[in-house]
């Protein structure tokens, strides 16, 4: 035997390690190689070496096909599109996708599913190309995989945040105002606010201020069918469109919801107004009848009347 090769073997499996930020353990040469090196080697209990990292068009392939995954993120537009990148990876890589629930010791931890559907699992024989490249790429393209649908989802959000009253949950007023834009004749207006609001900031604080105004959120989210429209319009004040009418059975299960619900004995009034003859009044005359609705004595609603429109 050439006493050269052993020396030429060792630096090359240097090289590798040096390649690939791997070191490897050294293993002394056995003294006499031939039958009795190899006999016992198949006697020994140790687990067979790791299998080295692809080099050559091998290597560069599963690159090149992490580098397109991850481009092509850039582009995805919901969950699904996710999904499908992350699958074809996994594929290209030489991997298979499993159910969570059918998976076995050849599965790796690492949920692909991007909560589409049932939770599945890449998985590739442990011993193996493609479980290597599995463990080495996949779990960054993961994380920024799930990055790009954080980005996603970042714009309806900010959407949502503009159009919601945050301490309510109901529209805030620049909603209303779309809302309001595009009453119809045969659409009604109530504008709602709490009576003596005023004292209950004094008395207990702002903190339980804002608890009754969240509250009361909910109970007039609750109250409302389907078709009608609600937001705060400002401070303790409310609006509701009705499609139709309605008005007044809509305040009795409100004022029936609110002393059900409520947690200071706290009431509300109420100004009513058609959208008919004037849509682009309808608000001015809603406040107008709230006002009287004070006047005369609170816990009341009124309905707007001619004069309001002007």
């Known amino acids: 035997m050439d006493r050269t090769l052993p020396g030429v073997i060792l630096v090359t499996l240097l090289l590798l390690s040096a390649t690939y930020g791997r070191g490897l353990v050294p293993v002394a040469e056995p003294a006499s190689p031939g039958p009795a090196a190899a006999q016992r080697y198949r006697g020994s209990t140790h687990a067979p070496p790791p ?28 969950p699904i599109a996710v999904a499908e990148i992350a699958r074809d990876l996994v594929e290209t890589l030489g991997g298979r996708v499993v159910r969570a629930v059918d998976a076995t010791e050849d599965a790796l931890p690492v949920d692909v599913s991007f909560s589409v559907g049932e939770p599945v699992l890449p998985a590739a024989p ?21 990055r790009a649908l954080e ?24 909603t209303l105002g779309r809302g309001l834009g595009r009453l119809r004749p045969e659409d009604t207006l109530v504008m709602i606010d709490l009576d003596h609001f005023k004292a209950i900031n004094d008395t207990f604080g702002h903190r339980e201020g804002d608890n009754v105004l969240r509250l009361f959120g909910r109970t007039l989210a609750a109250t409302l069918r389907a078709a009608d429209q ?4 400002g401070g303790e004040e409310f609006v509701v469109i009705l499609p139709g009418d309605g008005a007044e059975r809509f305040l009795a299960r409100l ?12 009431t509300f ?6 959208a008919f003859p004037d849509p682009g009044k309808a608000l001015h005359a809603a406040d107008r009848a709230l006002y009287r609705a004070k006047q005369t004595g609170r816990n009341r609603w009124e309905r707007s009347i001619e004069e309001d429109y002007q």
Request: charged residues 20%.
């Open 51 to 78: 299998v080295p990292p692809p080099t050559g068009p091998a290597g560069d392939a599963a690159l090149s096909a992490v580098l397109d995954a991850t481009r092509a993120l850039l582009w995805i537009e919901s």
């Open 126 to 146: 442990q011993a193996g190309v493609a479980r290597m490249l599995l463990e080495r790429y996949l779990p960054a393209f993961v994380r920024d995989a799930q």
């Open 151 to 174: 980005l996603l989802d970042r714009p309806s959000r900010l959407a949502q945040d503009a159009s919601i009253d945050a301490l309510t949950g109901l529209a805030n007023r620049r």
């Open 230 to 233: 609600v937001g705060r319009y």
């Open 255 to 266: 004022r029936i919801e609110w002393m059900r619900t409520r947690p200071y004995p706290v």
């Open 269 to 274: 009034s109420a100004g009513v107004a058609a």
